[in-house]
């Protein structure tokens, strides 16, 4: 069974520049999470999706970050416009749980990590 | 949400027994304790979750006390691939998870 995907891997832009980045949960999963970690600091949650509502969105940084999960599968990340302290590594998790439970587990991609000139 | 303390790193060698502790004095009553391994370049991999007294895997073990203030994480027989960063998490209602900075754990040869 497929894991988390994330795309893309790694992303260069300029400051100004708009980028998307994107994220496959594992199927049947309808828990999505967004993540980051900027250079030198700790994870930090930015949200989660259940389905395709926003359950949880009080990590996001500032209204640049706009974050969408049409038809409760893929998710996506847009800052517009970047700004260098946007750079990072972004993480994707996703889980089965649909409770309020804390048992289970997240499954996390492998990153889209951003640079932003 | 509770705070979490764990030393910054360990070292060990190859085949020793590796035991990470972590502090979380105020953990909430129906909090779990959860425990991620992370890569290089790689996002955080569930390891092990309990809630109280012992839990074992195929990787790991988990120790809780009575009062839950800390639990240990115990990894059998380490080798280099065990390399990693440990994150102890206590994660409450839908899975928001928290994450310090974790533990650098470095096993060699």
């Known amino acids: 069974e497929a894991g988390v995907t994330q795309f893309p891997s790694h992303s260069v832009i300029e400051k100004g520049q708009t980028v998307t980045l994107r994220c496959d949960p594992i199927?049947?999963?309808?828990?999505l999470y967004w993540y980051r970690r900027v250079m030198g600091k700790e994870i930090k949650f930015l949200l989660h999706f259940v389905k395709e509502s926003k359950q949880d969105e009080s990590g996001m940084p500032n209204n640049r970050f706009l974050a969408e999960r049409t038809g409760g599968t893929y998710s996506t990340l847009k800052v517009q416009p970047a700004e260098l302290e946007d750079s990072g590594v972004y993480f994707c998790?996703?889980?089965?749980?649909?409770?309020?439970?804390?048992?289970?587990?997240?499954?996390f991609g492998e990153g889209s990590r951003l640079t932003v000139l | 949400l509770a705070k979490t303390t764990q030393p910054i790193s360990m070292d060990s060698y190859e085949g020793q027994e590796v035991n990470i502790t972590c502090s979380h004095n105020?953990?909430?009553?129906?909090?779990?304790i959860t425990w991620y391994q992370q890569f290089p370049s790689q996002g955080p991999r569930f390891i092990i979750q309990g809630y109280k007294t012992k839990v074992t895997n195929e990787v790991a073990s988990l120790f809780i006390p009575a009062d839950r203030k800390s639990s240990t994480l115990s990894l059998p027989r380490v080798s280099l691939s065990d390399t990693a960063v440990y994150y102890c998490l206590p994660s409450g209602g839908y899975n928001k998870l928290i994450f310090g900075a974790g533990t650098r754990l470095a096993v060699h040869p």
């Open positions: 105020n953990i909430a009553t129906n909090d779990y």
């Open positions: 998790a996703s889980s089965q749980l649909t409770s309020g439970s804390s048992d289970g587990e997240l499954f």
């Open positions: 199927s049947g999963h309808d828990n």
